[in-house]
């Protein structure tokens, strides 16, 4: 544990989504005096689309035996579909993705934190954040103020404590996408097939003939069933949304159910009150996810993979692995290179990989085509990627095997890191 802190002067987390709950709970259970922070009383709801892969059970083996307190919907069935209307079902032996509420796991979540010891503090809306020689001291938009020789900050894509502190002074509008999302109870509206989970890259709202030239439009669209609701949404990078998508954010959702339910996958009407936009940092984790006496965590930290969206597991991941540095750490001289490291090693490849992949396929839309195709014709292949979702293999593996498999996109892959790196190291301050 680092020196110095004691139980007048706990760890501060700041943000009781996933990430900081997880972080909360690891260091109470460390015997780290740890105070929990969130503007929210819970349970609040969260605009999420509220699917998590079940290899998270497997990383925190805590939740499988707590999921019983709310309302969860495994499923085993993908239907994917591509920009030009190729599509594929893909089916795992077993649950690949589980379907919660973040109403309810986010509650469940900050529930273990306080079981295990750490004090929840709600109504605590930072607005401030600086860091000083020994301390770093966070203010309230009621004037409270906190101080620790440590905090966390799992306060979302808009992180405040990351623009504060000068560690992230905002996302550009091409590592972001703009998700357009309705969590809608199934007396409204309900998808026709509650085994799938249904997934289209590349989707073009406008549906009145192949967009102009190879490009893929830069998003996706997707229904996830969850056990009493469904999640019906669609997401585009920002810079995309704003350069080539004329319609509204609501506009585009209700004429997305619209089309759903002429094409037979839905069955009833948009509500306009449950609609709720947001944004998603899809641009790869921070090179520096901490500084100083500050870690990162979550979406603040950019812990989102950028072709499925998926931010749940990560914000898990990243929240205690924060944790877990702290409470090992002797000093803070260390802290934020331990922490990158630890999230490098677990899962950093992957997120940076899910970078480049994401802008491999949405540069042409035929190469999403193959990839559904290969869905179809591969099906060892897409057992190993099926096999990783439900946590029964390592990343490592998995890509090997993909790269193995895909020699071309394995040198665009290789290449692209490289350039990244160059250009890094050129722009990189001497």
Not at 83 to 108: H, K, N, Q, T, Y
Not at 131 to 154: C, K, N, Q
Not at 188 to 202: E, F, S
Not at 230 to 244: K, P, Q, T
Request: charged share 25%.
């Amino acid at each position: 544990m680092i020196a110095g802190i004691s139980p007048q002067a706990p760890v501060l987390v700041v943000g009781a989504g996933p990430a900081g709950a997880t972080a909360a709970r690891a260091l109470a259970l460390a015997r780290v005096p740890v105070r929990l922070l969130d503007r929210s009383v819970f349970p609040r709801n969260k605009p999420c689309g509220g699917g998590i892969s079940v290899r998270a059970l497997r990383r925190f083996p805590y939740l499988e035996r707590e999921l019983h307190r709310i309302a969860t919907h495994a499923v085993a069935r993908l239907y994917l579909e591509g920009p030009d209307g190729e599509a594929a079902v893909v089916e795992s032996d077993g649950p690949a993705a589980l379907m919660i509420r973040r109403i309810e796991f986010d509650a469940l979540l900050v529930s273990l934190a306080q079981e295990a010891g750490a004090e929840l503090v709600t109504g605590a809306d930072v607005v401030q954040a600086r860091e000083d020689r020994d301390v770093v001291t966070l203010t309230t938009r009621d004037g409270r103020r906190f101080a620790s020789p440590v905090v966390i900050a799992a306060d979302g894509v808009h992180s405040v404590v990351a623009r504060r502190t000068g560690i992230n002074s905002g996302w550009p509008a091409s590592a972001v996408a703009l998700d357009m999302m309705e969590e809608t109870p199934r007396s409204a509206l309900r998808d026709l097939d509650p085994t799938t989970l249904w997934v289209a890259y590349g989707f073009n709202p406008a549906r009145s003939g192949p967009v102009k030239g190879h490009r893929a439009p830069e998003g996706y669209a997707y229904i996830f069933p969850k056990r009493d609701h469904v999640n019906i949404g669609i997401g585009y990078v920002l810079s995309h949304y704003r350069e080539a998508i004329a319609a509204a954010p609501y506009t585009l959702q209700r004429g997305f159910v619209a089309m759903l339910r002429d094409r037979g996958i839905v069955a009833g009407e948009s509500v306009r009150n449950n609609f709720t936009p947001f944004l998603i940092p899809v641009g790869g984790p921070l090179r520096a996810p901490a500084r100083g006496r500050v870690l990162l965590a979550g979406d603040a930290g950019g812990f989102v993979n950028g072709v499925t969206a998926e931010g749940i597991y990560y914000a898990m991941v990243s929240g205690e692995l924060a944790a877990q540095t702290v409470a090992g750490a002797s000093g803070v001289s260390q802290l934020a290179r331990r922490y990158r490291r630890a999230c490098d090693y677990e899962i950093g490849a992957e997120l940076r990989d899910s970078v480049l992949l994401q802008r491999f396929l949405f540069a042409d839309r035929r190469r999403i085509a193959r990839v559904i195709d290969g869905a179809r014709r591969e099906p060892e292949m897409t057992r190993s990627i099926l096999e990783f979702a439900a946590g029964r293999g390592s990343y490592r593996q998995l890509r090997r095997r993909l790269l193995a498999g895909a020699p071309m996109l394995a040198s665009r892959l290789v290449w692209e890191r490289l350039r990244k790196n160059f250009v890094v190291r050129r722009t990189r301050p001497s």
